[in-house]
């Protein structure tokens, strides 16, 4: 079902605005392809639509494609959307994630202080804040069946040839910020790897009429 848009936090509208979608290749249209028809078809069918992030540590780009996917859906007024992200283990959401969603405009408050933090994670003031925290893609938090697996790393997707109760398993690979930790470019390419997620979120869910 779809409904009016929610209003975004104003730095993150803007941001949003700012997207390029045209500059996403029709090869890689072609890999985001599966996701579009998962979510038209359930919105179709008015049914509830579940798509689980899965990377193999669920500390840095499944927790941005989680975050964009709940913000694109909101965006575009598309409802009965919950996404989610686990991994093959459980480290912890890295600092820098949380650090880059904030300076992109996210309200960002930190629910736990413990090796693995509880964050609720803002795009709107009315909307329920995303709830990011390291976890199994098998945890209880986490839907047990009727949901996409979206698979954001290689190791996650060749590591994994079966996810329990996945109705469908796509896998929307992006390169791994973590190889510039402790570098100069460290701020600059979480950015950049965020933006690119946040581009072909909007892409996915431009597509649903």
């Known amino acids: 079902m779809i409904t009016t848009k929610t209003n975004m936090l104003p730095k993150i509208e803007n941001l949003i605005k700012e997207l390029d979608p045209d500059s996403i290749t029709s090869e890689r249209k072609i890999v985001l392809?599966?996701?579009?028809?998962?979510?038209?078809?359930?919105?179709?069918?008015?049914?509830?639509?579940?798509?689980?992030?899965?990377?193999?540590?669920?500390?840095?780009?499944?927790?941005l494609s989680q975050v964009w996917a709940q913000t694109m859906a909101n965006y575009y007024g598309i409802k009965n959307v919950y996404c989610y992200s686990g991994g093959t283990e459980a480290t912890a959401l890295f600092p820098m994630v949380a650090e880059t969603l904030k300076n992109q405009g996210f309200q960002i408050q930190k629910l736990s202080d413990t090796s693995n933090p509880v964050y609720a994670i803002k795009f709107s003031e009315n909307e329920h804040p995303v709830i990011g925290f390291s976890k199994s893609y098998e945890d209880s938090f986490n839907p047990t069946s009727q949901f996409a697996a979206v698979m954001t790393c290689s190791q996650a997707d060749g590591g994994c040839p079966f996810i329990a109760g996945a109705e469908k398993r796509v896998p929307i690979t992006f390169e791994d910020p973590k190889a510039f930790d402790n570098?100069?470019?460290?701020?600059?390419?979480?950015?950049?790897?965020s933006i690119q997620i946040a581009t072909e979120l909007f892409y996915i869910f431009s597509q649903i009429k």
């Open 33 to 63: 392809q599966p996701l579009v028809d998962f979510i038209k078809e359930k919105t179709t069918n008015d049914q509830e639509i579940r798509i689980n992030f899965i990377c193999t540590h669920n500390s840095r780009r499944s927790h």
């Open 183 to 193: 570098t100069p470019q460290q701020a600059e390419k979480y950015a950049e790897r």
